[in-house]
Nanobody
Framework: QVQLVESGGGAVQAGGSLRLSCAAS????????MGWFRQAPGKEREGATGICFFDSSTYYSDSVKGRFTISHDSAKNTVYLQMNGLIPEDTAMYYCTASGFRLIGTAMLSSQNYNYYWGQGTQVPVSS
């Protein structure tokens, strides 16, 4: 079992920054990679970024590349998502998730590669 708890969301104006946190606990074999997904109102959930703990490799979707940064603190079992240059199109519920696989590249952005472990989400509304 893996437990994931997101925090750090909140209202922000366009151009602003936020840092989301995802605190993980439980079975480490089920979280060799972790990802951040987001779901905007009326849209499907999409992968934003992921990280593989084996080699700290990361991957970003084109929509967030250059603005968002994923990182992790192994001592705190926490994954972060630093979001800079936020735009209204970033408005969404943000979820973190864990995978027992060592994911590479675009595989980090596919929800089918993650286990059934998802956090409850944290809302990020960006106003213009």
């Amino acid at each position: 079992q893996v437990q994931l708890v997101e925090s750090g969301g909140g209202a922000v104006q366009a151009g602003g920054s936020l840092r989301l946190s995802c605190a993980a606990s439980g079975d480490t074999y089920s979280r060799r990679s972790m990802g951040w997904f987001r779901q905007a109102p009326g849209k499907e959930r999409e992968g934003a970024t992921g990280i593989c703990f084996f080699d700290s490799s990361t991957y970003y979707s084109d929509s967030v590349k250059g603005r968002f940064t994923i990182s992790h603190d192994s001592a705190k079992n926490t994954v972060y998502l630093q979001m800079n240059g936020l735009i209204p199109e970033d408005t969404a519920m943000y979820y973190c998730t864990a995978s027992g696989f060592r994911l590479i590249g675009t595989a980090m952005l596919s929800s089918q590669n993650y286990n059934y472990y998802w956090g409850q989400g944290t809302q990020v509304p960006v106003s213009s």
